[in-house]
């Protein structure tokens, strides 16, 4: 079982001057550490649960970026990628950018978007969801043909592109697709269609991941695709290092079902000391799963 770490709030104390070198501190301790994935949100507006819009949010790929010239081995992703945010070909380019950068260490997460508050302030279009998800679609689709050796035109409902160029290309010839949320018919088809990876974050835990497992696997067998062939990760919602008996059992339960690497959120204001503790203490409990 692999480890990530969600950085998901810079509201910590002091932010005001120290946000940059405390982040810096936690992902150097975790790309050390034997973490493997490091991700950040695609928000411009903080979460209302994590404190609202009033409180600092980055910019996920320039977030990415900087954290990608402060380490060495860690993957790097959004958690995940709004699509409404930023058309397909720019979207393509900033994130083979990113790979090529990192020396291959990006992933593509990407999902359909949904905080209407950060769109609306913003002026961002905020589509219905079954045009979010036909966007999805397409964009996913732009971003395989630009990083393939067709670089001809690109015709959709939504997006059309009159050349599908992208120097230099992604290190590994592609950037690793990792699909967002566990919707039953639209986006666990779309992982089985599309997807190197899903992420799952159900609230009610091993039961409801083996659920939407179950139904990802019903969609690979229909479109004829190779369940084992797509990484199941989750997202946790508790502490680790806090509640490390409970994580380690129930990374026991998940390794069962499948699921390779579990991200979780620093659960401190000291996210530096509570990543240590995650290294040091709960990564060897699990790593062998």
Request: aromatic fraction near 8%.
């Amino acid at each position: 079982m692999d480890l990530g770490i969600h950085y998901a709030t810079f509201t910590h104390p002091d932010w005001q001057t120290s946000l940059a070198d405390r982040l810096d501190a936690t992902v150097q301790v975790a790309d050390e550490g034997g973490i493997d994935l490091v991700t950040v949100m695609d928000h411009h507006f903080q979460m209302v649960d994590f404190g609202g819009p009033f409180v600092p949010m980055l910019e996920g790929y320039t977030t990415l970026g900087y954290i990608a010239g402060r380490t060495q081995r860690v993957d790097l992703s959004l958690l995940v990628t709004g699509v409404t945010y930023r058309h397909p070909g720019v979207l393509a380019k900033v994130v083979s950018s990113l790979d090529v950068l990192s020396r291959g260490r990006a992933w593509l997460g990407i999902g359909a978007a949904w905080y209407e508050r950060e769109h609306a302030g913003l002026g961002v279009p905020f589509p219905p969801l079954a045009e979010r998800f036909e966007r999805l679609e397409e964009t996913i689709r732009i971003t395989e043909q630009m990083w393939s050796d067709d670089d001809g035109p690109f015709e959709g409902t939504h997006y059309q592109l009159a050349e599908t160029i992208c120097l230099p290309r992604p290190v590994r010839g592609r950037v690793p697709l990792m699909i967002g949320g566990q919707g039953e018919r639209k986006t666990l088809r779309m992982v089985a269609q599309y997807a190197d990876a899903c992420n799952l974050f159900t609230g009610d835990g091993v039961p409801g991941v083996a659920r939407k497992l179950e139904v990802l696997r019903r969609h690979c067998d229909d479109l004829g695709r190779d369940y084992d062939a797509i990484r199941k990760t989750i997202l946790w919602f508790g502490d680790p290092v806090g509640e490390s008996e409970r994580f380690v059992a129930e990374m026991e339960e998940y390794a069962g079902l499948g699921v390779s690497l579990a991200t979780a959120m620093p659960a401190s204001d000291d996210p530096v000391a509570w990543t240590t503790e995650l290294v040091d203490r709960v990564l060897p409990r699990v790593a062998g799963l």
